[in-house]
């Protein structure tokens, strides 16, 4: 059992890079037990990771920009002050509206920063996304995340 307090500074939080966004590592499931975790995300205008489920529940809250969330067909617009609960196993994606948007991520278990620290040590960084979804799809596979209607890769 954690039984630690933990302090995280300005700038002092490990950043992932993911093919859509830069996550920086508030609070990890490390330190809550596996319980929680807390991510600031910065993600630019781009095309939209596909629709995908995620073992892990979660909650949007916009800093800054807007963004548009897919949740199960539906569709929510958020502004800065706005926020999103996301349950376990929802099909869902997000669409970045302005130029950039930051917002945090409020993760149930610590399920989501294990897959973004495998993706960030797995998948270049440096290459478009075509290039490099073999790495993505094998990454997927090691972890509780599928995604929807996109062709299997070899």
């Known amino acids: 059992m954690n039984d630690t307090t933990h302090v995280s500074q300005v700038g002092t939080g490990k950043q ?9 590592v508030i609070v990890g499931g490390e330190h809550t037990d596996d319980r929680y975790e807390i991510f600031e995300i ?39 002050g706005s926020s999103i609960a996301i ?10 509206l302005s130029p950039t948007v930051k917002f945090l991520v409020f993760s149930l278990t610590g399920g989501m920063g294990r897959f973004h620290a495998d993706l960030d040590a797995s998948v270049p960084h440096d290459r478009p ?15 509780d995340v599928t995604l929807e209607n996109v062709e299997a890769v070899p």
């Not at 995620?54 to 807007?66: C, E, F, I, R």
């Not at 349950?87 to 970045?96: G, M």
Request: overall charge negative; charged content about 20%.
């Open 16 to 24: 992932l890079h993911a093919p859509d966004a830069t996550l920086t």
């Open 129 to 143: 996304v075509d290039e490099i979804f073999g790495d993505i799809a094998r990454v997927l596979e090691r972890h």
């Open 87 to 96: 349950p376990a196993r929802s099909l869902h994606t997000f669409t970045v």
């Open 42 to 80: 910065i993600a630019p205008k781009m095309d939209p990771t596909p629709l995908h489920r995620t073992g892990w529940g979660k909650s949007y809250y916009v800093l800054d920009g807007s963004m548009l969330v897919q949740v199960e067909g539906e569709n929510f617009e958020l502004a800065p």
